[in-house]
């Protein structure tokens, strides 16, 4: 069966300093893969998703930046945080469309951002 | 662009009893997905329930059932016999039919329901 593993949960940074959050896919092959963050009291936006090793797309401007050194494997990445950086962020995969039925997304388990 | 619209932002319901949340969306698609994601305390994204655009009939999930009016571009979710462990927030969201790439979901910015013991 496939799983999704998301790491660390929750994570205290100063401003300023760098971020690193890893997602790994198990169980399935060339992934669809999404960064998500979700701040306080608000719905959830992508930032950014890869449809293959190298292939990364970018929803929004930001801070932030996204790699896919793997096929199963998505990192989150900042050389400087800033404090708007705090939020929930959720790593998510889902299978590329060969036609029906489509699943949708399979969330990880989140890491909570405090950017200080 | 598509969006989804979700115009409760809290709701409350007794245990044991029946509750609907609503959701509508906009788009100019034919053929999509419709999904209804929970997520508790914990923050686990959980899929509840999927609909098929192109199907008529409404999708079921044990206690969990959706009314799919597609004229009206409408997704509600039913939660009957209600339980505390429904008690979260939860996301309606839209996914459009791709023949490849990758597939963008819109979500709502969700309903958050306490059940009341």
């Known amino acids: 069966s496939q799983t999704i593993h998301q790491w660390p949960a929750t994570l205290v940074q100063p401003v300023g300093s760098p971020l690193s959050l890893e997602c790994t896919v198990e169980?399935?092959?060339?992934?669809?893969l999404y960064w998500y963050r979700q701040a306080a009291g608000r719905g959830l936006q992508l930032l950014f998703y890869?449809?293959?090793?190298?292939?990364i797309s970018s929803e929004v401007p930001q801070n932030l930046s996204a790699s896919r050194p793997q096929d199963r494997q998505f990192i989150l990445s900042s050389k400087k945080l800033l404090l708007s950086d705090s939020g929930f962020y959720l790593c998510?995969?889902?299978?590329?469309?060969?036609?029906?039925?489509?699943?949708?997304?399979?969330f990880g388990s989140g890491t909570r951002l405090t950017v200080v | 662009a598509q969006t989804v619209t979700q115009s409760q932002p809290e709701m409350s319901v007794q245990e044991a009893e029946t509750v609907t949340l609503s959701c509508t969306y906009d788009?100019?698609?034919?053929?999509?997905?419709l999904f209804w994601y929970k997520q508790p305390p914990s923050r686990q994204m959980i899929l509840v329930i999927r609909?098929?655009?192109?199907?008529?009939q409404n999708a079921t999930e044990n206690r969990f059932s959706v009314n799919f009016q597609k004229a009206a571009k409408s997704f509600s979710l039913k939660i009957s016999d209600s339980q505390l462990g429904d008690t979260a927030m939860y996301f309606c969201?839209?996914?459009?039919?791709?023949?490849?790439?990758?597939?963008?979901?819109?979500f709502g910015i969700g309903t958050k329901l306490q059940v009341i013991p």
């Open positions: 890869s449809v293959g090793i190298g292939q």
């Open positions: 609909q098929e655009a192109y199907k008529q």
């Open positions: 788009t100019s698609e034919s053929n999509y997905y």
């Open positions: 969201a839209f996914m459009k039919q791709n023949s490849g790439g990758y597939q963008k979901v819109t």
């Open positions: 169980g399935t092959s060339n992934p669809n």
């Open positions: 998510a995969w889902s299978v590329a469309p060969t036609g029906r039925p489509n699943y949708g997304y399979t």
